[in-house]
């Protein structure tokens, strides 16, 4: 497999360039231009679009990873919905980052805030992604390629609406004999992978929106998108709208997060009202707010957004996510999970059988603080020889701002210790090599790459304690899968920041 | 209905105008932009896209003379059916414009060259578009609206990829509540008409392509774009091209007219091989050609490019259309059609009701021969009174150059009458005031608009003359419509020339 893909002749890859163009733009596989491509003054009203980043080919995937990842999805989402349904455990996490992360401190301060006047709402959903690589253990002579977590979403979980359409891109060009016969035993029909992640997400909203039942005051009701303004990865989450009202009927509409107290209101028994700025004679009843803004530090600029947050929070509809659910996703509570001999996990997963296929998805994790494992941790960190096999991740969401292998050792160097437990240690997945084409405002590069395989998963539960009866999870289920594939020189993932490339699994 | 659209606020026209623009970059209703709007030193990889020209509302539109027009699709193709199979009488209008036409007199020799050798090929398929515009009687005190035609074309129809996405997204629209509430007696679900023109024109080209048969040399089959190059309407075909594969598993190429010599061979039966430059060692035997491209005197710009014509128009692959087929639908055959008291009708439909209903539709036309329609006609243009109420069109195909009212006596007097005959008069259709908002470039305009009806219909005949057996209809349908929409300022259609936009019909 060393030669996939093949090297395309000058023709072979202009004919797959532009139909991978053409298609692309006619399916909505598609991203706003970066100002470094299109400044806003040429395109002041913002209709251009281009080609979102996409690899030419579907990326090789070991079927078995591929199957565990789907099949245990599950069972994460059972976890992290227990995680958040547990305050007090969560309280320990956050107790322990609350001084050296703002943002976590922030989030925890707005819970207890809606806390003192009373959560009104049980029900949470969870739009989750569960992210791995390949792991091939090079201590090992002849490995087994396992999946291992690099992290767990719970918020914000990107790229859904893009991830069906790169995998029938994908299949689109093999139906139409692109890609060249000497691929025909690899790219054929039963190993390219549809992603469901369009319909499988948008069911999800759909269960929250029914869930909430009726408006208690006949109000029309819909879904809030949370979003940031601008967003140039808008067609992503357009593709669930549209899904969500093809499919179920269910009206949504887009807020910029900035505009929160602006356009909506809490009624005597915290309904969440939302009057559309262009329609002011209607207000709508909100069942579900998914946010696709407010998981990051960047988006709270000024102090109203907290306040937009505790607003929201305090609200009757149902949050996608709670900051409950958005704080089990923080990098701490993988990592205490991940923490060799953890009894955490078995707390959340009482059966054994499940938790051990989860555990055998976890890389080694620790935390960077006085705990025994703490302390090797820092050992293994600032020693050049051992810091080679790790990587170290601040424990706030939004990516960004890893510190990788050898950079280790002189990073803390310069970190005052007291901020050393901001971060975590993770051993390094080491991928497989694997090569690819990438095509980005029309630019092809190709070259070695990495692929990180992300699951997502639907979860909808009734937190007892809100309304006295036993906790539930009404609704459980994987929801497709997103190949995200980055140039190997590069370390980071996020395609819309520039770093990455949608992707689909060939399963080899 | 004269405050039909309503003027939007500015938050009203924001949302609706958001809504539309990601919405269409999600539904492929997109063009290539503009180099006015993009220059390609910008964009070499030809990557950007933006929305189509569209209208914001769909446009009023009498539902009777709506229905009528989609009625009488299946008896207009039948028609030009019956002219394209009369070789005898095509000559007959040929020879009356070949001294003035050198694109009609080409066009002819080659299909001379062709008979030469033989036509291979019995069956033709016509995707066909007969544009109307709605006229109101200005002589009648009370005007009932009644459809004009405007022309029929007999190639290269375009626009039936779009149609169906703008209709698409004005329901979009209503279905998300973003109309006003003052349209709500106005726009709604069983006033827009769904266009399924995208997909009632694979089913045709599905048609021909099935009705070719097998290829006696067990190559694989496939159909031909022969298009132009470069195309920034290319969604357009590629929405046609996505529905023929999807939906009937028939395979296609793009071939730009230029290169055909360069990638098509004809076998000794004069099957046509179709060679794709990505992949030399596999040959495809062409079952359909879909032009595209070679419907105006531009697209021949070297002599090889009558031989490319030549060499496709000989093969025994099916044409569509052919070089009949494409002569029938000269402005000359409108017009002899349209010529007060011509028999000509009646030659090719018999059946007097439905000739009538066609009849109807007619706006008189008249030659500037010296015929006594001519010399009839020649008194109109010429005298500056009578003028006004007249077009004077050039016979040759593909829009531009049509000279209107007070303008027509000055161009004649500068034009030598020997080239009269290369133009035909019409009786200017008078269509009621319209308003509505097109979007360009991001650029919203209001005003008053022209609407343009055009009624997709599929033909597939088999011509008696090749085979010896009786010439027969394969298949003949209606396929969807399309409503196009231009400033009133205006006096030109076609969208992608940068004077109109997609529109679709709100039956009243």
Known sequence: MTDYPPELSAEEQNFIFTELKDWSIAHGLAVRPAPSFVQQSQDPAGVLATTAPVTIFPSLFPRRCFEEGLSIQKAYNELYSAIARDEDWLQGIVEELVHVDDFVAKLWQTHLAVKKTGYVQGLSLGLFR?????????????PAPGLKQVEFNTIASSFGGLSSQ????????LNLGAYPSSTSAIIKADALKQSQST????????AGHKAYGESRCKRSLCVLFVVQDPERNVFDQRHLEYALLEEYGVRSFRLPFGKTLAYTALDEDQTLIYTPPHSP?????VTTIYFRAGYSPDDYVK???WEARLHLEKSRAIKCPSILTQLAGCKKVQQVLATPHSPHLKRFLPDDAVASRLLKTFAPIYPLDKSDAGKEARKLATDPSSSTRYVLKPQR???????YRKAIPPFLQKLPETQWPAYILMEMIEPPPLKNAIIRN????????ICELGVYGVCLWRDGSVSGEEGEI???FEAGYLLRTKGDQSEEGGVAAGFGAVDSCCLV
């Open 166 to 173: 790169v995998s029938a891109m994908h299949r689109y060009l």
């Open 303 to 305: 102090e109203e957004d």
């Open 130 to 142: 569960s992210d791995y690589m390949v792991h091939e253990d090079p201590s090992h002579s002849n």
């Open 474 to 476: 009404l609704e459980n």
């Open 397 to 403: 969401e939004g990516g960004g701002n890893n510190i």
């Open 442 to 449: 029309g630019v092809l590069e190709r070259g070695g790459v």
């Open 199 to 206: 319909l499988q997400l948008a069911k999800g909203l759909a």
């Open 281 to 285: 004679s209607i207000s709508y009843e």
